[in-house]
Nanobody, 115 residues
């Protein structure tokens, strides 16, 4: 059974930083793209960043140059380093991977950016 467990969310002031982690089990992690999404109430889930098995990355325009996605294939983990946080980054952040026809999600971790 595939499980994704996010951690690292919390309350941070504008301009601050947070590092999110996602622990993955139940599949051969190193073979799959890993993606972070985020969602705020009343809005659709938004893709934030993706990393391929080889380490290639893509980002939403809204987070480029502020967020960095990375992975540790030995530990089956993916990370999202978030710097220069803005109030509009406030959301529940979800870890995701797709394996064939299946789409796996964690339960999310809440990030609140507020003074």
């Amino acid at each position: 059974q595939v499980q994704l467990v996010e951690s690292g969310g919390g309350l941070v002031q504008p301009g601050g930083s947070l590092r999110l982690s996602c622990a993955c089990s139940g599949l051969t992690f190193r073979y799959y793209d890993m993606t972070w999404y985020r969602q705020t109430p009343g809005k659709e889930r938004e893709l934030v960043a993706t990393i391929t098995p080889g380490g290639s990355t893509t980002y939403a325009d809204s987070v480029k140059a502020r967020f960095t996605i990375s992975r540790d294939n030995a530990k089956n983990m993916v990370f999202l380093q978030m710097n220069s946080l803005k109030p509009e980054d406030t959301a529940v952040y979800y870890c995701n991977t797709k394996a064939g026809p299946f789409d796996y999600w964690g339960k999310g971790t809440l990030v609140t950016v507020s003074s």
